[in-house]
């Protein structure tokens, strides 16, 4: 559901007034959906283990085109989220971008292009396909999608974090395009 107004957040309302897409959140939805969750993608640069690091490897290329940096001086590094998910992933993000800092020409500030985009909705459709009872949940799904995590004292969002969500609403409103 694709909406302007955020919705009472906190794990005590996930799943009530939203669904939080975090493989902390309260949903088997939500953390199915998480970027960090297994699941076998086959895309152009080969097959990876998780949207997490699909994402990541589609990012730190495109890094690399914004810098004038050839792909190859990285791809021995970016290879690794081939086959990686869970909490895996996110530590691996971090080794990574420590290793592709040591080369002072690549800018790691990059933001995802439109195409980049796509090509995470078409790995979002796959995922959703490759586990119909989470298809069809999805598809019926009526709360809005976020992203945050919590601490013991605090909530953590930023609207960085909401590029994701929108990308799982995008393909869900193609899916029911499709299926409905």
Request: aromatic residues 10%; neutral net charge.
């Amino acid at each position: 559901m694709l909406t302007n107004s955020m919705p009472k957040l906190g794990q005590q309302f996930d799943g009530e007034t939203h669904l939080c897409i975090n493989m902390n959140g309260l949903t088997p939805l939500g953390r199915f959906l998480a970027t960090p969750a297994y699941v076998l993608l086959n895309t152009e640069y080969g097959d990876f283990e998780s949207i997490e690091g699909y994402y990541r490897y589609l990012l730190y290329r495109e890094c690399c085109k914004i810098s004038g940096v050839d792909v190859t001086e990285i791809l021995s590094s970016i290879d690794q989220f081939k086959t990686t998910s869970g909490l895996a992933a996110v530590k691996l993000n971090a080794t990574i971008k420590a290793q592709l800092r040591k080369i002072d020409r690549l800018i790691l500030q990059c933001e995802p292009t439109d195409e980049i985009a796509l090509c995470i909705q078409r790995a979002i459709i796959q995922k959703l396909k490759s586990n119909t009872q989470f298809m069809g949940a999805a598809l019926e799904n009526q709360l809005p999608l976020v992203n945050y995590y919590a601490t013991k004292d605090r909530l953590v969002t930023d609207e960085r974090f909401q590029w994701y969500p929108k990308q799982v609403e995008n393909a869900i409103y193609l899916m029911r395009e499709l299926y409905q």
